[in-house]
C-alpha cells in the first residue's frame, strides 16, 4: 500500500484576533468562497480517518496568506493582507507558512523511511460558477511518470465509482507560471519518492447535494482511491 498524506491549505476562513480590527470591514468577503474552500476541510477529514492518517491543515483565511502559493506567486498575499504592515506578514509567513510546509517535509520523511513513496493529496473544493461543466479535478504534473501514472488511475477508478459526474485532469485553475506548495515539494523529492496531487471537487455537492449527495461522493471519491493505493 503506498501511504497517502493529506492536506488542507484553504481549510477555514478564521482570522486570528490581531488581525480582526484591521479587517473588521472585510468579514463578509472572508466568509465568502473567497476567503476558504467551502467543504474541503469536511472532505479532508473524511479521507484521513478512512486512510487512518493525521490531517495536516491550516487555521486562517488565505485572504491573510494563502499557504499553498509560494514565491514568486504574487496572489499569496491579498488586497486585504496589504492592510497589516510588513512585520505582520513577516509573522504570518513564518508561522504560517513556514510551519504548514514544515509539517508536510517531516510526514514526508517519516513515510519515506519506512516505504519506498509516499502520496500527497492537497484537497480543495471550487465555486461551480468558474468551473460550471466540472465536478471532480485532479491536477498533477505530466512531467513526472510516477505522479501522472498515479493520477490517470485514480482518475479512471473515479469515473468507474462516480459514473454520473464530469471528472478531468489537468484543467486550468491557475494563472501561468503559478507555484504551489506541491511544486516546492516536488523539487525535493523524484517522483519515484514523492507524487503530490491536487484534488478540486465543485462546492456544489456540499451546498446543494447536486448532482449528487456529499456523503455518497465522498464515499465514491475513497473507494476509487483506495483501489489506487493499496
Known sequence: MIPTIFSCEHATCAVPDAYKEALSQDMERITSPEGWDLGALNLAQALSMKFRTPLVHCEITRLIIDCYLQDPTPERWSDLSMKLTEQQREKLHERQLVTHLSALRQRISTELERNASVLHVSVHTFDPALHP??????????????????????????????????????????????????????????????????????????????????????????????????
Open 133 to 230: 461543466d466540472l465536478h471532480v479535478c485532479l491536477l498533477y504534473s505530466e512531467g513526472r511518470v510516477g505522479e501522472s501514472s498515479l493520477a490517470l488511475q485514480w482518475l479512471q477508478a473515479m469515473q468507474e465509482k462516480l459514473p454520473a459526474l464530469t471528472i478531468k485532469g489537468n484543467q486550468v485553475f491557475y494563472p501561468e507560471q503559478t507555484k504551489t506548495i506541491l511544486d516546492t515539494l516536488r523539487k525535493e523529492r523524484s517522483s519515484a519518492q514523492y507524487q503530490g496531487i491536487e484534488l478540486q471537487v465543485s462546492n456544489q455537492m456540499f451546498l446543494e447535494a447536486q448532482p449528487m449527495r456529499w456523503d455518497a461522493f465522498k464515499n465514491g471519491l475513497i473507494e476509487s482511491l483506495r483501489t489506487v493505493v493499496v
